[in-house]
Each structure stands twice: as structure tokens, then as C-alpha cells.
DNA sequence: CCTTGACTAGACTAAACAGTCAACTATCTA
DNA sequence: TAGATAGTTGACTGTTTAGTCTAGTCAAGG
């Protein structure tokens, strides 16, 4: 019953658009509201400060298109090894993407987000902590069945993952800071060799 | 000729503190005032603006703390391995003493900075550049002697200090964001793997 | 068609903020 | 010791910002 709005919804896109090309502090609500096309008063009525807008942005994120491409990616149908590749050819062609159409490499909002916050915003940080875990997931589980077909070297999955997750994160964030997608271009190579894959035609070390 | 003032020093100081401890954009010149305990009038009479005075602490945190700590960890009469070695148990031990005593793992303040302002402060980005291409020299240069020294299976070395730059930073960020220290216990054996260290007695994968 | 409740508009307040300025003070040097 | 130089002070200005409030508008259900 009653009206209905999408304005959360434009609302939810302005703020991950603007916080991610810009970052979580340099954006202001009244930024958010303009990209968005949407008024103060409907701003306080769906959400009740930034860190608020902020945590269901992530989650929208996250819902509608993260876990989507991740669930692609990382299918138990695919190839162990192989599901890391295509991740990382991926990470390097959305980067590109994002240079090729706005002139600038934004990396990963959920990191510069997480790392930006983390010691100021704990509703924000949990949510980030939540998605950065849920991936975590995703890389441990192909890390285990890489190691169940003897692809690579016996490890423990949490701590491979881990680091996997944290090269990742890292390149893609030199990639941001010197706005240059080519630094990841190695990532294939180098994230092989994190791995410890066997395979003797193993990529650019 | 003239008074003298160590002013500008406590607000590079008061700067980078407020900075790393929380982010670039959520300290204002009022904070950083307040915690060198200059006046506003002071602070304008010294530096221009908040990025001004970002840029002079980043120098000052390169030459004064930085450069003299890798100078040592990286000296050329170190074995090249070793001194990774050294490093990766230097970033584990300086995050986990920051832990202990502000209850907060802080991470690199110039991955942090670097990747928040990298579309918002042109001269602030530029300082972060130039810091960490002279960071990645010492990766370089030590990688370069661990291939002469066979210690290493052979590699670029510029795309592997880039690589290895990658997970630190990314392992720290990490530890930033679930703020706990023990996430970097693992970078040791997991540098080793990712440098391509031929040794036997190769730390836990 | 009218009532109810979801949503909107935008003017308003108060606080935080960056940046300015002229008068003042301390210290060095000649 | 006097003058020039380097640094200090705090009150002041104008702007940006978060957040509030009230009077409304619009759509669905009865």
C-alpha cells in the first residue's frame, strides 16, 4: 500500500559509485543525493547516516554482483587451477575496463573502504569484514580441491587463501595508487607461483 | 636570524600520527592542531593546506624512519634471502608492538593513503608514487642478488619486487582491516614461496 | 473515490570547517 | 641594543556540512 520508490535503490549505486571513485570520506551525503537525483528529506527517510547507506551499498554489491561472477568463476565444475586463472584474468580486465572508460584504476572498494574505515566506522568495517571473508570461501575451497588433484603443493588452505586473497588485494592496489591496470598483468604468473602449482608449463615467473 | 620553531615539525608528526591512525580525509587541519598544539594561524603560516602538509610528512617519514630501517634490512652484506627473511618478521613485529600498544593494527600508512587519495590529491599521489618506487628498489636489488646467487629460481625482477610489494601490502591491509596482526604470521613462509626460493627447509607453506 | 500510508520537497538550524588577517612576540645579527 | 626577521596568536569571515521538520504528493486497497 502506498507510494513506491527506487530511491534507495539510486540511492545504494551514487554512494558505491562515488565512495569507490573517490573515497568513503571525500563523498558527503549531499554528493550522494545529487548523483542520485534524489532530495535530503528522502535520504534521512531510507537511511539514517552514510555508514548506514554505506553498509546496504556493500550488501547490494556483494548480493547483485560479487557473488554472481564469484559463483561463475569459482564453479566446483571447473578446474581448480584453472578457476584462479580465469579470476585473475577477470581482476585484470575489469581494472583495464575501468581505465579504459573513466581514465582512472579504482582497485577494489572493498578494500579501500575497509582499509580507510576500519579503525573509524565499525558498522562499516563489519560488513566489509563479512564480504572480505565470504570470498575467502571461494579461494580456500579451490585451493583444497587444487591440493585434493595434486595441482599443487600440499598447504594449509585458510593460510594459502589468505595470502592469495592479500597478493591480490595488494597488486590491484599498487595498480590503483600508480592508476596504471598494467602492474597486473604478472598477477597470472606471480599468483601461480603463490600457489606452488607443479605444472611445468607454469606462466611468467 | 629570526625566532626559531620546531612548530612545523610536531604538525608533520601530529600529521602522520592522526593520519595513519585513522584516514586522510577524516583528519581535519583543526585536529591536527589541536594534537601539535600550534595555532591555525601557525599551521597556514607553515604549510598551505592539509595536502601540503601530507606531502612535507610523507618526506619526512621516508628520511627519518623509513630509509635508515630498510638501509639496514636490505643492506648488500646481508644474504639477499635473508634479508626478506628479516623484513617480512620487521612488518609482522612492528603490527603486532602497534596492536599492543593502541589496541589497532594500523597497516602501511602509505598504502592507505595512497589508495584513498589516488583520484583526489594529485600531489599527495605523487609523493606516495615516488616513496614506494624507491621501496620496490630494495625488493628489486635483492632479488637481482638472490638470482646471482642461485638462491632463487630465475625471475624479472622488477615484476617480482612488484609481486612481493604486492603481498605485503596486501597482507597488511588485510590486517588492517580485521585488525589482527596474526594474518602476517604466514607472510614469511608465503614470500618464500612466492620469491621462488629453491632452499629444502622452506618455512610452512 | 477516498482513505491510508509510503514517499518527497525543500527550507531551516546549528555545527564544523577552511582559510584570513593584523597585531603581537621572541630571537638572531650587526 | 636596535632593527630586522621568523614565528605566534586568536578572533573573524564565509562556506559546507549533517541532520530536522513540516507540509505536502502520489499510488494502492477498499
Redesign the interface.
Known amino acids: 500500500m502506498g507510494r513506491t520508490s527506487d530511491a534507495n535503490l539510486r540511492l545504494m549505486d551514487a554512494a558505491l559509485e562515488l565512495i569507490w571513485?573517490?573515497?568513503?570520506?571525500?563523498v558527503t551525503i549531499d554528493d550522494i543525493c545529487t548523483r542520485a537525483d534524489v532530495r535530503k528529506g528522502s535520504f534521512y527517510y531510507f537511511y539514517k547516516s552514510k555508514a548506514d547507506l554505506a553498509v546496504a551499498a556493500l550488501d547490494r554489491m556483494w548480493n547483485e554482483s560479487w557473488k554472481p561472477t564469484l559463483d561463475g568463476i569459482f564453479s566446483p565444475a571447473a578446474d581448480p587451477v584453472a578457476r584462479f586463472s580465469a579470476y585473475f584474468a577477470w581482476v585484470y580486465k575489469s581494472q583495464a575496463a575501468l581505465k579504459q572508460k573513466l581514465g582512472?584504476v579504482?582497485?577494489c572498494p572493498l578494500?579501500?573502504v575497509?582499509?580507510?574505515?576500519?579503525?573509524?566506522e565499525p558498522g562499516v568495517?563489519a560488513k566489509?569484514?563479512e564480504i572480505?571473508s565470504r570470498k575467502l570461501r571461494y579461494y580456500e575451497s579451490a585451493v583444497r580441491d587444487a591440493i585434493a588433484a595434486k595441482q599443487i603443493?600440499?598447504?594449509?588452505p585458510a593460510?594459502?587463501a589468505?595470502?592469495i586473497?592479500?597478493?591480490?588485494?595488494?597488486?590491484v592496489?599498487?595498480a590503483?595508487?600508480?592508476?596504471d591496470p598494467e602492474?597486473i598483468q604478472?598477477?597470472a604468473?606471480?599468483g601461480m607461483?603463490?600457489l606452488?602449482v607443479k605444472s611445468l608449463a607454469q606462466a611468467?615467473?
Chains 1, 2 share one sequence.
Open positions: 571513485e573517490e573515497s568513503y570520506g571525500a582512472k579504482l582497485g578494500c579501500s575497509g582499509s580507510e574505515v576500519s579503525t573509524q568495517s566489509v569484514r572480505f603443493e600440499a598447504c594449509d593460510k594459502k589468505s595470502a586473497a592479500g597478493l591480490i588485494e595488494g597488486v592496489a599498487q590503483r595508487i600508480m592508476n602492474v604478472s598477477l604468473g606471480q607461483t603463490l606452488g611468467s615467473a
